[in-house]
Each structure stands twice: as C-alpha cells, then as structure tokens.
C-alpha cells in the first residue's frame, strides 16, 4: 500500500507522525506546496513533491491523504478523483455545504471511496456508550443533551466558522449515538453557541457549545446526558455513568472495547470492498447539519434539515401514466388482469418487495391464493368486487383498504359491470 500525504502543516504533521509509526506497512509519500520542508522528509527518506500531479504520477500512489486547509479541499479531491484515487480527508468535507455536496456527489457517480477523518465516535468510551445504548440499557431514547465549553485563542474569520471546524464533530456524535437524523435544527449564537435538534423517532437532542469559557473544561468530545425510559447513560469527563432503578453503575476501563482508529478503517473498508464508516457521503449529513445550523442563526429561526438525508432527486411515478405489462391469469384467477409494476424490491431501502398497479376486467378474478412470511394490502381506487380473506367474503369498493398478514389466503373477484382498479403491495418481514 503506497499512500500519498497532501498537506504537513498543523494537522498534517500529526498524520504523518501517526503514519510512520502505527502503520509501517504504507509507504509513504508527501505533498505541500512550501519547498522549504523538503530536507525534513528527505531527511526521513520520504520523497516529497510541491506538485500533487507530479507526485501522482511519479509515486503511483494506491490512496492520497488530503490534509490541507479546507478551503483547498476541494481542489485536492478533484486531482485524486481524476486520476481515480480514493481519498481519506479531513474534515470539514469542503469550505462550503454546495462545494461538499458536489464532491460526494462526483465520488459516489465515479465509484470512488471517499472517507472523512472523524475520530470523536473513535474514542473507546464513546463507543462503549453507544454499545450501551444498542444493548438497551436506558430502553427508548428520548432525550440527549451535549455541552462543550474549553478556551481557545485560535482566531476564525467567522465566528460561525465553529460549526464546521468543530461543532461538526458533535452533529456526528448525536447522530452515532442515537442512529437517527435529524429533522429540523433551530441554533442561536451570542456568548454561546446553543443548538436545538428536532430528530426522528420524537428524540430532541440540544448542544451548548463555547471556546470562550473561564471555568472548568471539557473533554473534545464534551460531556453529554441521554435519558432513556428506563434509565439516563451520561458522559462525563470520558467516564460513563449508567442510572437505573435508583442505582448508578461506573465504566471507566475501556480495554475491552473495539476502537480502531479512522485510517484503520479507511484500509479496512478498501480491503472488503464495502463503505467506510464514516464515508464522505454519510459525513455530508453533518456539515449539512453545520450548514442548517448557519442558516438558523442568520434567520432566527428554525429550519427543516430533511433534504440532507439523501441528495438524490424525489421519486414520482404516476400510476395511469405507466405501462401496462402482458396481460395474464392471476394466481390461477378467471380470465386476464392487466398490471403495472410501478415500484420494485430494488427501489426501497425497507422491507416492501413491490408496488402495482392492477385492473380486473368484468368476470375476472385474483385467484384465492397465500403467501407466506409477508403482508400485502389492496387499496381499491375505483369500480367494486368480492374480496373473499380466509374463507370470509366481503363487497369491497372504491376506497375500502384490505389488510392481508402472513400467511393468510385471499383473492379478489370483479363482479361488477366496471373495470376494478387497485394499488397492491407486498411487505417481506424483516429477519
């Protein structure tokens, strides 16, 4: 594995000192636009270029780095991208919410893996709250509150610049920990930065976040209180602490707990050809989130962050517009239906296995029949029939809705003058 580092200046210092120590295998190579660190690297026997395109040329890399100020991002993953290369990059993804939408969505048309550096959910206490919370320990989560308070002089040419140089990180550790998304995001920013989130499944989650306190500090990843309904997991100092029942257990040994570091599963995703962890199209949601939360405190008030979940078009197809199919005997029916298969398996992300459109001609039939570990259900759209679930008929007629669950047997007869008209889908059960 020969991989290219982009930038050695702060942060990337630190990549590569990491790099030749914990990861003897990867040969490495440097790229910075400042000649005058050449003789360092040479130094070490590591060749160095002030050219990303010549670097890439000569070294032939497998993977480039990007660590380079955020502003440049997006210039460097152009270059890796164009010659194919997977990247492994700091955050924040780019220096603006368009410029990080449109890269993500350059890598994912071009199939190239594309990961971003995130290594607050790598610390082992947070993934042993996270292991925890999937153990149900707390039950249901309901609410999560974060609170981040540390002095820094480090000068930003916008003071909202935080959210994408490090409130980023919080966006992804609310949406590790508690797997859901959220929904709408309202944040204002004077002394302090405070955020309100509005998630899926009814979670509100809140984070306090200021670079400016005089008191007592946080840890980066912040101290942080998740109620459940049978219990509250909190987060304090790097040490966890589990209330339930009137009792408080403390976790404060982690040795047990799996937490590779972020270019370990960079390498390992590459090895089994799968999506890293926290791939740049997954990360998008956070510095969308960043982006939202911008957006919030320059209008005052709240803003539906919905259209981050997914970057891909809406999804309409028109049931009278589509094709018919090949008439057909259904399910051993009388005479023909005619159909049109509007949504397959492959258009969900959930359990559904189709969705049709179906017309039953005078004196035809769906023939009674049963399936097995899956529901179907029959929205009747216009004309009326003999429904017949389990032995039981039933006139149905337009705007009567049948429910069909596991295993039971069911058919629908048109014994009407009219055209019968329904929508049917097919639900599998999860397992």
């Given at each position: ?60 890399p ?75 320990s ?14 820094t ?41 405070h ?33 459940g ?26 040795s ?43 209008q ?7 259209a ?29 239906t ?53 032995g ?40």
């Amino acid at each position: 594995m020969k991989a290219l580092l982009v930038g050695v200046g702060g942060f990337g210092s630190g990549w590569y000192r990491r790099l030749r120590n914990q990861y003897s295998e990867v040969e490495l190579a440097v790229a910075d636009s400042d000649e005058s660190k050449r003789s360092r690297f040479e130094e070490d026997g590591v060749p160095f270029y002030t050219s990303i395109a010549e670097a890439i040329d000569q070294e032939k890399p497998d993977v480039l780095l990007n660590v380079t100020p955020r502003h440049v991002h997006k210039h460097i993953n152009q270059i890796a991208f164009d010659h194919k290369l997977p990247v492994f990059s700091e955050k924040p993804i780019a220096d603006n919410y368009a410029d990080a939408k449109e890269m993500v969505e350059r890598a994912e048309k071009e199939g190239i893996p594309y990961m971003i550096a995130e290594n607050y959910r790598r610390f082992p206490f947070v993934r042993k709250l996270k292991q925890l919370l999937e153990e149900g320990s707390i039950g249901t989560i309901l609410t999560v509150d974060g609170e981040f308070y540390r002095s820094t002089d480090r000068p930003l040419p916008d003071k909202l610049d935080i959210l994408e140089e490090l409130v980023v990180h919080h966006f992804d550790l609310v949406r590790y920990l508690t797997g859901r998304e959220v929904g709408k995001v309202f944040a204002t920013y004077r002394h302090q930065l405070h955020i309100v989130m509005d998630m899926q499944a009814g979670i509100t989650a809140t984070f306090t976040c200021s670079t400016r306190s005089k008191g007592k500090t946080t840890d980066w990843s912040g101290n942080w209180r998740i109620e459940g309904s049978e219990g509250c997991l909190e987060l304090i100092d790097n040490q966890i602490y589990l209330t339930k029942d009137g009792e408080t257990a403390h976790y404060d040994d982690f040795s047990d707990v799996d937490a590779p570091g972020a270019f370990s599963e960079f390498l390992q995703s590459l090895e089994e050809q799968r999506e890293a962890e926290t791939s740049a199209k997954d990360y998008l949601r956070n510095q969308a989130l960043a982006h939202y939360a911008r957006e919030s405190i320059q209008q005052g008030q709240m803003v539906d962050t919905s259209a981050s979940w997914g970057y891909g078009p809406m999804i309409v197809r028109n049931y009278l517009e589509a094709e018919f199919g090949e008439p057909g005997v259904s399910h051993h029916g009388k005479g023909l239906t005619y159909g049109k298969r509007l949504f397959s398996k492959e258009d969900f992300d959930t359990p559904i296995m189709f969705m049709g459109y179906c017309e039953i001609p005078p004196g035809s039939s769906i023939g009674y029949h049963g399936h097995r570990e899956d529901e179907e259900v029959y929205i009747i759209l216009e004309g009326t029939g003999i429904m017949t679930v389990n032995g039981v008929q039933r006139q149905v007629k337009a705007g009567d809705i049948v429910l069909n669950k596991p295993w039971w047997k069911h058919g629908l007869e048109n014994n009407s003058d009219e055209p019968l008209r329904a929508i049917i889908f097919e639900v599998m059960k999860k397992g």
